[in-house]
């Protein structure tokens, strides 16, 4: 192996692996420690339930992918739920998080943990139906917020109020149904965190576009749980602050996430999570560095596009000279991230722009794209993207699995699909 650059790991990542690892123990401890447990779309801000005080998101869809991870594990999981009349062709998050509930086992030991409520929004074809078996199973009061599907942009201030005011009435339910008083001092300070999280997210993702690459994807993956689950702690700014200043001195050195790098390459979704060793093969032998995934970038992160339609970190609250007093601004605030990020994942131009952003951004040699039978709502505009991303200039290929599925495919026709998309590159073994 040609080694290019000084590279060596992340001084952050064990702190991260142990945020990771504490989160899913308070899963199982929050009751004892006076906190409450909510269930729901992880990226759905759990900002808005700490009005009720400490809170703890079990993150069932990052859960799911740990599930995923474990194939020992997920096969039991999936096979569980199935044999209850659940499709294979159902979400693969869905399966693997509902199939450990109806085993009663909890991937990292005991029983299933019983969440307190659940509180999510109902924003593709699957989340409010899982959601709705898993209330019914466990006996839990359940809240679903709609979220308006449009094209970004279409009757923003409509969308917005429409958001702000269902969620002005889920914590009218959540103070009914905890009987908790809801504290608007705790919303307004676990909002501040949370956009300050996603803001050090974004200047973290955009760090990343230096050459070498000072982080990539499988590192990423490692320690997103942090922002994933805990941007409404303190602690996640802790860390995310020391991982920006320390993406910084990697750049400012040249220290390289892969010595080897000679090429660049961005997805647009994560590989599948029982599988994603593969994606060191194209770095190892090929010097093809996996920068960034899209869809994690976009919905964690706090961006903003310039007039020249270039990516910029985005701004706060208190940066853009609008301090949030009251419980309608932390509202709206929240809105707004919502309505910027999980309606974009669903509009095919919106898609391919971002997409484009993001490939530049990140000095992208090539785009691996992929169809994920798991999840056919991540898959709407890829063809079409394809086609945008190759007339842009970039090598473009592209796989199909079954990314929670660790049945339907595996390491092996992953590294064949990924050997046909270093040719597509031009790229020949080191």
Request: proline share 4%.
């Amino acid at each position: 192996m040609t080694e290019l650059y000084e590279s060596r790991p992340l001084e952050c990542f064990q702190w991260g692996q142990e945020l990771r690892r504490e989160h899913w123990r308070n899963v199982q401890s929050a009751r004892e420690q006076g906190k409450l447990v909510v269930d729901g779309y992880v990226l759905f801000p759990v900002a808005l339930c700490a009005g009720l005080g400490e809170v703890v998101s079990f993150g069932t869809d990052v859960y799911a992918a740990n599930v995923a991870n474990n194939a020992q594990f997920s096969i039991k999981a999936l096979e569980t739920v199935e044999a209850r009349g659940y499709a294979r062709d159902t979400c693969g998050y869905f399966r693997n998080d509902v199939g450990s509930m109806f085993m009663d086992e909890y991937l990292f030991g005991g029983p299933y943990p019983k969440p307190d409520f659940i509180f999510t929004p109902h924003d593709c074809e699957a989340r409010g139906r899982w959601y709705q078996v898993k209330a019914r199973h466990l006996g839990l009061p359940m809240f679903v917020v709609e979220v308006p599907l449009a094209d970004p942009g279409t009757r923003t201030q409509a969308r917005l109020e429409y958001l702000v005011a269902q969620f002005q009435e889920g914590i009218r339910w959540m103070e009914r149904v905890t009987g908790r008083e809801y504290d608007d001092e705790r919303l307004i300070q676990a909002t501040n965190i949370t956009l300050k999280s996603q803001k050090l997210w974004g200047e973290i993702c955009l760090l990343n576009g230096a050459i070498p690459a000072p982080m990539n994807v499988r590192s990423k993956a490692s320690i997103m749980a942090v922002p994933l689950m805990r941007r409404h702690e303190s602690v996640a700014v802790e860390f995310l602050t020391a991982l920006r200043d320390e993406m910084k001195y990697r750049v400012e050195n040249k220290i390289a996430a892969v010595a080897s790098e000679r090429a660049r390459v961005l997805t647009d979704q994560m590989p599948p999570w029982y599988a994603i060793s593969g994606v060191k093969y194209t770095e190892m032998f090929y010097g093809a560095v996996w920068v960034g995934m899209w869809t994690y970038a976009r919905l964690l992160g706090l961006f903003r596009v310039t007039l020249d339609d270039r990516l910029e970190p985005g701004l706060t609250p208190d940066e853009k000279g609008q301090p949030l007093r009251t419980r309608e601004d932390a509202l709206k605030a929240l809105a707004e991230v919502v309505l910027g990020s999980l309606v974009d994942m669903y509009n095919t131009q919106g898609k391919i722009d971002d997409l484009l952003r993001f490939a530049r951004a990140w000095h992208c040699d090539g785009v691996i794209l992929h169809f994920n039978r798991s999840c056919p709502g991540e898959a709407v505009g890829l063809s079409e993207a394809k086609m945008a991303l190759k007339e842009a200039g970039l090598a473009v290929g592209s796989y199909e699995s079954s990314a929670q599925d660790p049945r339907e495919g595996g390491l092996t026709e992953m590294v064949e699909s990924f050997e046909r998309i270093m040719a597509v590159m031009g790229l020949e073994k080191l």
